[in-house]
């Protein structure tokens, strides 16, 4: 399947940061420009929501607003900032003196990408917040994402959010909110982004891949659980495969093939990041049957089950636990989820 033809939000690293386009957020973006405008902004917002939905795209939206016109009302209600503007050009660059990006960086050890945000980046809040402020007069920080702090991070982010300095602003990404420590959450005000509509997507789909057909954009769209990260993933590689078998998981639930998991697990050694990805597409096709089926009873267990997997999942990218272990369990979740409140 053909590559999009242009970066688009939390398509890759540096999309989000490029990106001035915000899309299907208006909801969200609404409460942030009045808050922002008014000159009333909280200390921190947690901009929380499933991966790819816009969450790095809408924090940097609001970085270069602050950073251009301030807590004020100079600047236009929906934020943008044009392309041309200095600020913007800097932030595209990754230069601006008042944005500072925490978040997963290189294990000095071994050379690799870690696969937490370690205590050591998040300390760097403090020397930073305490520069002298710029000429807009803010310093802004986003941490993406807060889901992959390790304890000691979390702990020094709650210090930071606990005595806030003058002029800042935090922005905390999370997928998984539910997960982070209830005082952080507490101490940030919350802006929870939906999942694309699917019309919506498919739109946004044909502006990336002109040579796909219609039948191929539903389909993205149906698997992706209103994600345009999540569908751009699918459209290339293995995505469109894992996202197969993460419904097959869920469409046997209530009876695992065993040997299929042991075959899928072998596969995924064999893709990068195939882990991570089938956890991803398994979250996303989860919350699509819950959404749909809004309204009957005892979908809390689901819910529960799809929390517990999101943990699962990123507690073996963590620790580079066997895909096998993490399949098998991820079946046991899902099966008792079936056998107590029936089929999803």
């Not at 050591?120 to 809040?125: C, D, K, N, S, Y």
């Not at 800042?168 to 101490?187: D, K, Q």
């Not at 891949?209 to 459209?235: C, Q, V, W």
Request: proline share 6%; charged share 25%; aromatic share 4%.
């Amino acid at each position: 399947m053909a590559k999009p033809t242009r970066n688009t939000a939390e398509s890759d690293d540096d999309g989000p940061r490029k990106t001035l386009r915000l899309i299907g957020q208006e909801a969200a973006l609404a409460v942030v420009s009045r808050a922002l405008r008014q000159g009333r902004p909280p200390q921190a917002w947690l901009i929380a929501g499933p991966p790819g939905v816009g969450k790095a795209t809408l924090a940097y939206r609001i970085a270069r607003y602050l950073l251009a016109y301030g807590a004020t009302a100079d600047g236009p209600a929906d934020l943008a900032v044009p392309a041309g503007h200095p600020v913007a050009a800097q932030v595209a660059a990754g230069s601006h003196p008042g944005l500072l990006l925490l978040k997963r960086g290189v294990d000095p050890e071994t050379g690799k990408a870690s696969n937490v945000l370690s205590v050591g980046e998040v300390r760097r809040l403090a020397g930073f917040f305490g520069l002298t402020s710029g000429a807009g007069g803010w310093r802004v920080a986003i941490i993406d994402t807060a889901n992959d702090m390790n304890d000691a991070a979390a702990n020094a982010l709650l210090k930071m959010l606990e005595e806030p300095p003058a002029r800042a602003m935090l922005l905390v990404l999370a997928n998984a909110p539910g997960r982070l420590l209830p005082t952080i959450r507490s101490r940030c005000q919350r802006l929870n982004l939906r999942p694309l509509a699917p019309r919506e997507e498919e739109k946004e789909l044909a502006a990336l891949f002109p040579a796909m057909n219609a039948e191929e954009r539903a389909a993205l769209a149906r698997l992706s659980g209103g994600s345009l990260g999540a569908a751009i993933k699918l459209a290339s590689g293995e995505g469109l495969a894992l996202a197969r078998e993460a419904e097959r998981l869920i469409d046997r639930a209530a009876a695992p093939d065993i040997p299929a998991l042991f075959a899928l697990s072998e596969r995924l050694g064999r893709i990068t990041d195939g882990l991570d990805m089938l956890g991803e597409f398994l979250a996303n096709a989860l919350a699509e049957r819950i959404r749909a089926r809004a309204g009957t009873p005892r979908l809390e267990r689901w819910a529960l089950a799809r929390e517990r997997l999101i943990a699962s999942f990123a507690r073996s990218d963590a620790l580079y636990l066997d895909p096998r272990q993490t399949l098998l369990g991820a079946a046991r979740e899902l099966r008792q989820a079936a056998r107590r409140t029936g089929a999803l």
